[in-house]
C-alpha cells in the first residue's frame, strides 16, 4: 500500500491516467467534469504530455482516434451531453479495433437536463453507445479509490482487448474528496502493439487502421472475430461485489454512488431484523449474470435501485431468468435517492414496517 492523498474525484481521474502511462487527453469542457481537464492542463505538460481542449466534443473523439492508432495511450472525457455527440467516433473507435478510455461523469438528462449527479446513461453505455454489433467494457466506481483502481485498470483493459473501456462515475463521485491509494492496481501482462500505425522504418509492412470493410463477408468476419474477444471478455473479466447476501432474502442490486447508498440502507435494514443484502456490479460490461442468477436460488426478491427510471432492471431479470420478483426504487433528474427512503421501499417488500 502507497501513501494516501485527500483528493477529488475528478482529479483522480486525471492523476490515475498519469499514473497509468497516458500522456495525450483530449476534451471539452462539460459540469460535473471540468476539473478534470483543468487538473490535466496543469499536470500534463509536467510528464511531457498533452492536454488539449479540442473545439467540440466531437473533435475530441477523433483526435483520440488518431492519436491511439498511433499506439499512444489516450482517452477523453465528458458528461452526458457531450458523451451522446462523441457515440460516432466512438464506433469508428470499435471498428478500427483500437484501444482508449472514455469517461463519462454523468448529470441528469435528456437534453442538457441539469448539472446534478445521474445514472441515466446507463444504457447508452451499456446498449448503444455508436451504431453497429459492438460492445465495449463499461467500469462503475463506488469510491474515490475506485475511481483510481478502475481507472489504471482500464488502460490495461483497453490495450489487452483493443477495445475502448468506459468509466460510468457520476457528478457526485466526480465532486467529492476521499483518501486515496494510487498503488492499488494489479499489474497485467500488456500485449505488444503491433498493429499500430506508428510508422516501421522499412523493418515491417505498413500498418493501416481502418473500419471501412466493403465486401459484406470481409465485414462480417471482423465482426464475429470481434465478438470471439467479447466472449472472453465475459468469461475472463467480470467484476462485482456482494454485502451481506449469504442469507438474504430481499436483495438490492446497484452500482456506483447510489450502491452506498443501499449499503447504508441494507445495515438499516438488518437491525430492524430484515435479511436484505446488496449485490454491486462493477462492471455493467460483461454485466454479472452468472453470479446474479446464482443469488437468484437463494433470496426471494430483488429491489433494483438507480439514480433513472430503471435502466438496469431488464439486466437483472435477463440474469435471473425471472425467477424471482423483481422491484424498483429510483429518483431521477439529478435528484440522489436517501437511506431512509430506499429502507421505505424494502420494508414495504417485506410486508411492512417493523
Known amino acids: 500500500m502507497g501513501e494516501k492523498m485527500l483528493m477529488k474525484g475528478n482529479e483522480v481521474i486525471g492523476e490515475a491516467a498519469i499514473r497509468a502511462g497516458c500522456r495525450y487527453f483530449f476534451g471539452y469542457p462539460i459540469t460535473p467534469q471540468t476539473e478534470l481537464s483543468e487538473y490535466l492542463a496543469k499536470k500534463m505538460p509536467k510528464v511531457g504530455g498533452l492536454c488539449l481542449q479540442a473545439e467540440s466534443e466531437v473533435s475530441a473523439i477523433n483526435m483520440v482516434l488518431g492519436c491511439?492508432?498511433?499506439?499512444?495511450?489516450?482517452?477523453?472525457s465528458s458528461s452526458s451531453p457531450g458523451i451522446s455527440l462523441k457515440s460516432e467516433g466512438v464506433s469508428y473507435i470499435i471498428g478500427s479495433d483500437l484501444p482508449c478510455v472514455i469517461v463519462n461523469v454523468q448529470r441528469g438528462g435528456p437534453g442538457l437536463g441539469g448539472i446534478q449527479p445521474a445514472q441515466s446513461d446507463y444504457l447508452q453505455a451499456t446498449k448503444a453507445l455508436g451504431h453497429g454489433d459492438q460492445h465495449f467494457i463499461v467500469l462503475a466506481p463506488a469510491y474515490v479509490q475506485e475511481i483510481a483502481t478502475l481507472m489504471g485498470e482500464a488502460f490495461d483493459l483497453a490495450d489487452i482487448y483493443r477495445t475502448p473501456v468506459m468509466l460510468l462515475a457520476d457528478g457526485a463521485l466526480g465532486q467529492m474528496m476521499e483518501p486515496v491509494d494510487f498503488e492499488s492496481k494489479k499489474e497485467r501482462a500488456l500485449p505488444e502493439k503491433t498493429w499500430a500505425a506508428c510508422g516501421h522504418g522499412n523493418k515491417r509492412e505498413h500498418n493501416i487502421v481502418n473500419s471501412l470493410y466493403i465486401s459484406p463477408e470481409v465485414l462480417e468476419q471482423t465482426v464475429l472475430d470481434r465478438y470471439e474477444r467479447y466472449k472472453m471478455i465475459e468469461e475472463n473479466e467480470v467484476q462485482y461485489d456482494e454485502y451481506m447476501t449469504e442469507d438474504a432474502e430481499i436483495c438490492?442490486?446497484?452500482?456506483?454512488?447510489?450502491?452506498?447508498?443501499?449499503?447504508?440502507?441494507?445495515?438499516?435494514?438488518?437491525?430492524?431484523?430484515?435479511?436484505?443484502?446488496?449485490?454491486?456490479?462493477?462492471?455493467?460490461?460483461?454485466?454479472?449474470?452468472?453470479?446474479?442468477?446464482?443469488?437468484?436460488?437463494?433470496?426471494?426478491?430483488?429491489?433494483?435501485?438507480?439514480?433513472?427510471?430503471?435502466?438496469?432492471?431488464?439486466?437483472?431479470?435477463?440474469?435471473?431468468?425471472?425467477?424471482?420478483?423483481?422491484?424498483?426504487?429510483?429518483?431521477?433528474?439529478?435528484?440522489?435517492?436517501?437511506?431512509?427512503?430506499?429502507?421505505?421501499?424494502?420494508?414495504?417488500?417485506n410486508g411492512g414496517a417493523k
Open 68 to 76: 491511439t492508432a498511433s499506439g499512444e495511450r489516450a482517452f477523453t
Open 252 to 349: 438490492i442490486v446497484a452500482y456506483g454512488i447510489t450502491a452506498r447508498i443501499a449499503k447504508t440502507a441494507v445495515k438499516a435494514a438488518r437491525e430492524k431484523g430484515i435479511k436484505a443484502g446488496l449485490f454491486r456490479p462493477v462492471t455493467l460490461w460483461p454485466y454479472p449474470k452468472k453470479e446474479l442468477a446464482a443469488l437468484a436460488e437463494k433470496v426471494d426478491k430483488f429491489l433494483v435501485v438507480e439514480m433513472n427510471m430503471g435502466q438496469m432492471v431488464d439486466d437483472v431479470k435477463v440474469a435471473t431468468d425471472c425467477r424471482r420478483p423483481v422491484e424498483f426504487f429510483g429518483r431521477t433528474g439529478g435528484v440522489i435517492p436517501t437511506p431512509n427512503e430506499i429502507l421505505a421501499k424494502i420494508e414495504e417488500m
